[in-house]
């Protein structure tokens, strides 16, 4: 998308989500995890105050990166075991 319509659609998804449920949207996660700085703007430009990748681990500076935080991947096959660890690490195995 060009720069005008990427503000366009992330700031009319917030404005949907927000009149449909009546609620405040306050977080974004970019489609598939792929994202550029053209899009973090266009998410703070749109309102958001927070976003999430698809970068796995634990953001350690989550207020300096608010609009790119990281992801832990939970799996309900996870022992309590590799939850737990999952937690501490913010990363897959060992």
């Given at each position: 998308l060009d720069d005008v319509q990427r503000e366009t659609e992330i700031a009319a998804a917030?404005?949907?989500l927000r009149a449909r449920f009546g609620a405040p949207v306050e977080s974004f996660a970019y489609p598939f995890?792929?994202?550029s700085s053209k899009?973090?703007?266009a998410a703070r430009a749109a309102g958001f105050t927070?976003?999430?990748t698809t970068v796995e681990g634990i953001s350690r500076n989550p207020r300096a990166?608010?609009?790119e935080l990281s992801r832990i991947k939970?799996?309900?096959k996870d022992s309590l075991w590799v939850f737990a660890l999952r937690l501490?690490?913010?990363r897959r195995g060992v």
């Open positions: 917030r404005e949907s995890g792929i994202y899009d973090v703007e927070t976003a999430v990166e608010a609009l939970v799996s309900g501490r690490t913010g």
